[in-house]
């Protein structure tokens, strides 16, 4: 998966009232799995008072990785509905959770896909999307010696990075998978291959 694809530039929110009932949808970008459920477990702990609070996301993966929930609604009418707003924008690395808060009127399967829908959308719209090209993570180990070559090799090449400084310097980078091996390759030749580099790369 290595072609640009949509994602959103941030974080989004929206509200709005339907018969009663509140609805707040958020949006976030997530790289993985794992950062898509941190986020739809924080909205949860933080409206863990709300009626319902349904998530969705699109993640990245081989093969790209789908899911949604209902979360106590009627079947149908929550997670599937959400989660076909990110498939229709074709936006992906995305996801959403939309809460609910009864407002005493019913709305029905049809009423509640049509405001969960919205959610979603609303959210998207306040996030922003943006094309994005596909990245990957790894990390560089090296002696104090090597570290300020590895450093200004980071500093002037398209990436990101972050530093921790112990016995060893491990860099943590995030750079766009069509120049991360040659990235990899300066670092190798600039410390005559003494850097311990680790992460999911081919090369």
Not at 18 to 47: L, M, W
Not at 92 to 97: L, Q, S, W, Y
């Amino acid at each position: 998966m290595t072609d640009a694809f949509r994602t959103v530039a941030g974080r989004g929110r929206a509200r709005f009232e339907i018969r009663g009932s509140e609805f707040i949808g958020h949006v976030a970008p997530a790289h993985t799995v794992d950062e898509a459920e941190d986020f739809i477990a924080a909205v949860n702990e933080e409206y863990a008072d709300a009626t319902h609070n349904v998530p969705a996301y699109r993640v990245r993966a081989d093969p790209l990785r789908e899911w949604s929930s209902d979360a106590d609604e009627p079947s149908g009418s929550a997670g599937k509905p959400a989660l076909n707003v990110l498939v229709q924008e074709d936006v992906e690395n995305v996801v959403a959770v939309v809460t609910r808060y009864y407002g005493g009127t019913k709305l029905g399967v049809g009423g509640l896909a049509r405001a969960y829908s919205r959610g979603v959308k609303e959210a998207l719209d306040d996030a922003g999307v943006v094309e994005a090209v596909p990245h990957e993570t790894f990390s560089v180990t090296v002696d104090y010696d090597d570290s300020g070559s590895v450093r200004g090799i980071l500093e002037s090449a398209d990436c990101e990075f972050e530093a921790s400084y112990e016995e060893q310097v491990a860099f943590d980078v995030r750079a766009p998978e069509a120049s991360a091996a040659e990235l990899r390759d300066r670092i190798r030749s600039a410390t005559s291959g003494r850097a311990d580099l680790a992460g999911e790369f081919d090369d």
